[in-house]
């Protein structure tokens, strides 16, 4: 019983004790940078294959933290996501992403914002999607710029909240994305009970493809699926010459990954712009 008892004592280590101060830090840190606007907001352009055109890019949060630097979305979207903060970040960003807008429709009418929404989002009590939309009343912007992504998983347990959000945003003229598609619950059938107009191939599959190999052949599965049910392809994760000139050859219709650019500020993404195309 003695010996019991002493490793009862043992599953609270010092380290695991080290472990639980870290995250309620990373917690309450994280408040304070929403509220000391230390969030960044980068963007990586999604490129068409045919053309080599840049009309859409994905919005992917960064944390500019005052002693530990440029923080990946990595190490705070879980545990942002465990306590419901996601919630207001995800405002904070589209907010953001939409004043951007404002700026860039002008010059740049055709372009398309992706934006992350997590399952936490769409299934939270406090968000709904009309945040957003009427975000883009108030600054009179059409819903057209924007695209939202979300994950297979959402889909497979779409509750009638979720699939009133996601008409909503259709019907304000948004469109929508399938994150990561092939890593979760893929299934096609989902695909086609909802309105989706983007498939997006998760890196895993394209980082490994070459000529006939199988992850080439899911490629090319996934893109003739997706547009005999009337979704175009985005290739994430593009890295090389040869995966871009394999998935163009497969009809994919884009592509991103830093074979193009990593995810950059908005001005280095403006100037990537007025380098490459007249819009
Ligand atoms: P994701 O949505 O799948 O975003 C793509 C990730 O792949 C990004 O990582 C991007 O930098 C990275 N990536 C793009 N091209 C390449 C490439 O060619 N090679 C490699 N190795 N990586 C590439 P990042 O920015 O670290 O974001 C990680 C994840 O964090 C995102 O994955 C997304 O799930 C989440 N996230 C980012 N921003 C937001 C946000 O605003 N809201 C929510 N809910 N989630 C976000
Ligand atoms: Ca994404
Ligand atoms: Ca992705
Ligand atoms: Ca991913």
Known sequence: AKEQG????????????????KRM????????ALNDNQFRVYYQPIVELATG?????????????PTRGLVGPNDFIPVAEDTGLIVDIGDWLFNEVASQMVKWKQHYPNLQVSVNKSPVQFRSVH??????????????LSGENFIVEITEGLLLDARD???SQL???????????????????????????FDIDFVK???????NITPNSSDMVLCEAI??????????????????????????????????????SKPITVDQFEQLLNATQSN
């Open 6 to 21: 002493r490793n009862r004592y043992q599953y609270f280590t010092p380290v695991m004790q080290e472990e639980a101060l």
């Open 25 to 32: 830090r990373l917690i309450s840190d994280l408040w304070g």
């Open 53 to 65: 055109a840049i009309f859409k890019a994905e919005a992917l949060i960064r944390w500019q933290h």
């Open 127 to 140: 968000d709904n999607c009309s945040n957003w939309i009427e975000r883009l009343e108030q600054l009179g």
């Open 161 to 163: 909240s979720v699939v």
């Open 167 to 193: 008409n909503a945003f259709r019907e304000a003229g948004m469109k929508i994305a399938i994150d990561d598609f092939g890593t979760g619950y893929s299934s096609l059938a989902y695909l086609r009970k």
């Open 201 to 207: 191939i998760d890196r895993s599959f394209t980082s």
């Open 223 to 260: 893109i003739e699926m997706s547009h005999k049910l009337g979704m175009k392809v985005i290739a994430e994760g593009v890295e090389t010459d040869e995966q871009r000139d394999l998935l163009r050859n497969a009809d994919c219709d884009f592509a991103q990954g830093y074979l193009y």
